[in-house]
């Protein structure tokens, strides 16, 4: 989190100093003579695309190879290429109408893209996901980390050279970070270590140029194997849609696609899904690039309406089997759904259940079957839950199977397959005795100010229910998630400043949405010192589960901060 706050912080005092520099430097206010590109050590990636080399190689000259320096020596995802044309457009005025830009970023994600194995490790940061980062890295901290989040660099394969050059770039442009997160501040390091060698005496950008030319080099196996046999990936036909969207839970439905006529890699979609909570149904209509044969990027409305348009970036499988990803709106892209389609066949296959949970000794619990290809008539036989569940009926609705269901006192409580005439769902259900916990998720969340200069950033909750398991220890390796509860939803106080009252100024929650607003940007003059309404609360849920005989209650730490003053990259659909 809090690297997420000191991003807007060096951004700002990037701009001021890119500003400085450019009204001080004569050679900002026209191109230098352009010098001579240093000598390559090491093999880079020809590019051979026209459009792509008229469109750039006004700056990035062309060797005796076909390559074009700088481009031809790293590799990136769609965002990162066009994330490069939108600072060529802003810093070196490249003059490039849409149309060209688009093709110069379709061509150099399938030419200089990632092989997939390179590309899942990123997949968090394309799809615009907030929390935590796993991969971490001394050789990166204090540098990179400073200003970026990290998954912005696990989706970038370069040289040894380029990844030098990079860096020269940052401490070129942003003089400013030279202090703030490449120089080496204090005493230099003395003595040896455990093993006897000497300090390391390389000054930190060394240190991170060094790794990330080991750990994230240009030319690996895995992008050699997939460029080797990469093919437009064949989509077109009808797709089951299983996803769950926080706050509001689970949705399923289906998406069909058609190809583009003329296109290889560009698809119309369809798609239809209900809410399984309220029964609500949606109907979108989009349109999808494939990038590198398997980097969907696409972009859907509501009979088209751009207040209804998600972004869509997901992942396809390599076998064309399932595609994976997250579809998301919002000023700071987080409201989103998580989506997995399924290629639907023509046999009856389960795509998700309204509730996940049953409890023993309970009888007449109704369960709600998302299915394909539903029969057209079912008997109670059909269904089965394992031991000590019994049907006692059903019934198919369109492609809803809805069930009455008694679960014996003494059966054993745990993941249950479904078995739904012959298709199996592993771990569809869990089968428990009590309710032990609450928990909301995420476990922290971000909300940003806003509304009068800037958009708000929202923020959501949900709340889970929880078994101690086989153990009946809380907070255990074999704790059995429950089920998405419909909570009550308050704010509490955080109390890690004394005095601030941050609960009267940050904003609120819809007590039964769990949708925190933030309150507006700018100074607030009913607040002590006119303060700004960020601050840090607690977001608790409130749960009584059926014959207890007091609540359950669970929360989640808010930071509701600042605007993001400064976004380089805006929001772009491809």
């Not at 997939?116 to 204090?142: I, M, T």
């Not at 949705?251 to 069909?256: C, D, L, Q, R």
């Not at 479904?418 to 928990?439: C, E, H, Q």
């Not at 009584?544 to 990259?569: N, Q």
């Amino acid at each position: 989190m809090a690297k997420t706050i000191r991003l807007s912080v060096v951004a700002l005092s990037s701009a001021w100093a890119v500003a400085l520099m450019l009204s001080a430097s004569p050679s900002a206010q026209a191109p230098a003579p352009q010098a001579a590109a240093p000598a390559r050590t090491e093999a880079g990636i020809p590019v051979t695309d026209q459009v792509v080399i008229k469109a750039c190689s006004g700056c990035h000259r062309p060797d005796d190879k076909q390559q074009l320096s700088r481009i031809s020596f790293r590799r990136t995802t769609p965002e990162g290429w066009e994330r490069t044309i939108t600072r060529m457009m802003a810093l070196n005025n490249l003059k490039i109408d849409a149309q060209t830009a688009r093709a110069v970023v379709k061509s150099l994600s399938n030419s200089h893209g990632l092989a997939p194995e390179e590309a899942r490790r990123s997949l968090y940061e394309v799809e615009r996901r907030l929390g935590d980062e796993e991969f971490k890295a001394a050789e990166l901290n204090g540098t990179c980390d400073s200003c970026h989040a990290l998954g912005r660099i696990l989706g970038q394969q370069r040289t040894k050279q380029d990844w030098d050059l990079l860096i020269a770039m940052h401490r070129g442009w942003y003089p400013i970070i030279d202090r703030q997160t490449f120089r080496r501040m204090g005493p230099a390091p003395t003595g040896r270590d455990a093993s006897g060698r000497p300090p390391d005496m390389r000054h930190p950008s060394e240190k991170a140029a060094d790794f990330l030319a080991e750990t994230f080099p240009l030319q690996t196996k895995e992008w050699a194997s997939w460029s080797a046999s990469m093919r437009p990936a064949r989509l077109d036909g009808t797709w089951t849609l299983a996803g769950w969207e926080t706050s509001k839970g689970p949705i399923y439905g289906k998406v069909v696609l058609t190809p583009v006529a003329g296109s290889t890699d560009e698809f119309t979609t369809t798609t239809t899904y209900t809410y399984a909570r309220s029964g609500e149904q949606v109907s979108r209509t989009g349109r999808v690039s494939v990038y590198t044969g398997f980097q969907w990027r696409g972009r859907s409305t509501v009979g088209g309406a751009d207040a209804s348009a998600l972004r869509e970036v997901m992942f396809i499988e390599p076998d064309w089997s399932a595609i994976k990803g997250r579809w998301f709106a919002g000023g700071y892209d987080e409201l989103g759904l998580d989506v997995q389609l399924q290629r639907a066949g023509n046999a009856v296959t389960v795509v998700g259940l309204d509730h996940t949970a049953l409890k023993t000794g309970g009888t007449g619990q109704t369960l709600k079957i998302y299915v394909a290809n539903p029969p057209s008539a079912l008997a109670p036989r059909d269904l089965d839950l394992g031991p000590s569940v019994t049907v006692s009926a059903a019934t198919v609705a369109g492609d809803v199977i809805t069930a009455t269901v008694d679960v014996a006192a003494t059966a054993a409580i745990g993941p249950r397959s479904l078995v739904v005439a012959g298709a199996v769902k592993p771990g569809a259900l869990t089968i428990y005795d009590k309710v032990d916990s609450l928990r909301v998720t995420p476990s922290w969340n971000m909300a940003r100010v806003g509304g009068v200069v800037f958009p708000k950033m929202l923020a959501r909750f949900d709340a889970w229910t929880f078994n101690n398991g086989p153990d009946k220890k809380p907070n255990t390796a074999d704790d059995l998630r429950l089920d998405a509860v419909a909570a009550t939803w308050t704010v509490e106080e955080y109390k890690a400043t004394f005095d601030d009252e941050d609960i009267k100024f940050v904003g609120g929650i819809d007590a039964a949405t769990s949708v925190f607003t933030p309150n507006v940007d700018g100074p607030n003059p009913q607040r002590k010192g006119e303060r700004n309404n960020m601050g840090d609360v607690w977001v608790v849920a409130s749960f009584t589960p059926p014959g207890a005989a007091a609540p359950l209650k669970g929360r989640s730490h808010l930071l509701v901060t600042a605007p993001l003053y400064m976004k380089f990259d805006p929001t772009v659909t491809p």
